[in-house]
């Protein structure tokens, strides 16, 4: 069995299309050269320990006490799809007394223990490697600033569901055979998932996001799984092959916002006001699918300059 093990993930930044998005508008976002690190391993106390120092939180359960005053209380169902489905209510409010967390007013940080303990419950009950849940340390370590819309809660999603699938041997990466490293041990070596194994982390990670966002597009997940720039439209993934190399400043104005309050203000908009709402939403399509056009010219031509003024004119709008 697997015992101890790191992954990381990449933020985002979504280029064109951020909330319309979730309209099912087209979108593109990049992966960003700043990560989220997770260090997991098989505990040998026989507890579950999270270890998340960015948002100050430090938890620690005995399996014992999951198995039997957590797991068994919890609604674990599939959707339509045969994807895992979100807590219900009665599970929330379980999931939210059982780590002792204020079932009226959560902060958005104890989502992040929330989505662990129903990732960790689901994948862990599925283990091939052995029955019941297992012992685990998690301690995970962001460059990511938290709240600031470069992805840090898809980050955070992806590591949490990369980790739990390989310890419960649901997916394995493998050593790139270009990359081995020394070649008497794995170590300094270059591991790679199949492509297979990505749609799975992408898949429980977008139910991580669903715990800590309410209804994401599941554009951070993907992008921060997949890596590259993507085309994202109703969780059709496309990557945009003619991505040119260009320079973005990224400014953090240290003023944390939460999405999900976010993406509950741009729906209520929606709600009220759709006339309006319904061609903003349309306008900021046409804006991702021009800028998809420009950035295949940029990549094709050596002169960029050109591309830069025209992707200003996408962006001033
Ligand atoms: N490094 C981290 N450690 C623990 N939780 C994290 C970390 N990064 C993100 N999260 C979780 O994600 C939430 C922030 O998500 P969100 O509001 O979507 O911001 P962002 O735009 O950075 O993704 C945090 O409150 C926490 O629940
Ligand atoms: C606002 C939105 O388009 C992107 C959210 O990104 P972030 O979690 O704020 O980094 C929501 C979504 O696509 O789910």
Not at 47 to 56: A, I
Not at 236 to 242: A, D, G, M, S, W
Not at 244 to 271: E, F, G, M, Q, W
Request: hydrophobic letters at 40%.
């Amino acid at each position: 069995m697997t015992t101890d093990i790191v992954v990381s993930a990449p933020g985002k930044v979504i280029l064109h299309g951020e909330h319309s998005v979730v309209y099912g508008k087209v979108a593109v976002a990049s992966s960003l050269n700043l990560r989220c690190f997770v260090h997991a391993a098989i505990s040998k106390d026989g507890d579950v320990t999270l270890d998340l120092p960015d948002v100050n939180i430090c938890r620690k359960w005995s399996v014992a006490s999951l198995e039997n005053n957590l797991l068994p209380r919890l609604e674990l169902c599939h959707d339509s799809h045969g994807h895992p489905s979100p807590p219900t209510e009665k599970s929330l409010h379980r999931l939210k007394q059982f780590a002792e967390i204020d079932t009226e007013e959560s902060e958005s940080r104890h989502l992040a223990i929330i989505s662990f303990l129903y990732l960790y419950c689901y994948i862990g009950q599925r283990s091939k490697e052995q029955s019941g849940l297992p012992p685990i340390h998690v301690r995970m370590i962001s460059q990511l600033p938290v709240g600031a819309g470069l992805g840090s809660s898809a980050a955070f999603s992806v590591c949490l569901a990369a980790v739990l699938l390989q310890l419960t041997g649901q997916a394995t990466p493998s050593v790139h055979p270009e990359e081995q490293g020394d070649s008497n041990s794995a170590k300094g070596a270059v591991w790679k998932w199949s492509l297979d194994d990505l749609l799975l982390i992408n898949k429980w990670a977008f139910l991580g996001e669903k715990i800590i966002h309410g209804h994401p597009s599941g554009i951070d997940n993907s992008v921060s799984t997949l890596g590259g720039a993507i085309r994202f439209q109703n969780k059709q993934i496309t990557t945009v092959e003619k991505m040119p190399s260009i320079k973005i400043l990224l400014t953090n104005t240290n003023v944390p916002r939460s999405t999900k309050t976010l993406v509950a203000y741009v729906k209520n908009k929606h709600d009220k006001f759709p006339e309006v709402m319904g061609p903003v939403l349309q306008a900021m399509e046409g804006l991702a699918e021009r800028s998809i056009k420009v950035y295949g010219h940029m990549f094709d031509r050596p002169d960029k300059w050109q591309g830069y003024s025209q992707l200003e004119v996408s962006f001033s709008f």
